[in-house]
Nanobody, 119 residues
Framework: QVQLVESGGGLVQAGGSLRLSCAASGSIFRINTMGWYRQAPGKQRELVADITRAGDTTYADSVKGRFTISMDNAKNTVYLQMNDLKPEDTAVYYC?????????????WGQGTQVTVSS
């Protein structure tokens, strides 16, 4: 059984910062990618950023230059440093993990953490 434990969400004023963390534990084999998605009310879930075990990163255009994703491979933990937050960043943020090898690939989701940015 695999668990993703998220932390770091909350309420912040526009221009402020938050740091999200997600730790994966349990019977998880070979993490390939860890990332963050978000879903605002009435909108589809979207990729915010992800990072491969090799350190390659992908960012949504809307967060480039403001958010930084990093991963501690030894701790199976991914971080999302969010700076210069804007009201449009308000959403539930979900941790996402892809793991496995060849034909045994798995995907896991965290329970979500609320980020609210006030204007």
């Amino acid at each position: 059984q695999v668990q993703l434990v998220e932390s770091g969400g909350g309420l912040v004023q526009a221009g402020g910062s938050l740091r999200l963390s997600c730790a994966a534990s349990g019977s998880i084999f070979r993490i390939n990618t860890m990332g963050w998605y978000r879903q605002a009310p009435g909108k589809q879930r979207e990729l915010v950023a992800d990072i491969t075990r090799a350190g390659d990163t992908t960012y949504a255009d809307s967060v480039k230059g403001r958010f930084t994703i990093s991963m501690d491979n030894a701790k199976n933990t991914v971080y999302l440093q969010m700076n210069d937050l804007k009201p449009e960043d308000t959403a539930v943020y979900y941790c996402n993990v892809h793991s496995g090898l060849r034909d045994k690939l798995y995907e896991y989701w965290g329970q979500g953490t609320q980020v609210t940015v006030s204007s």
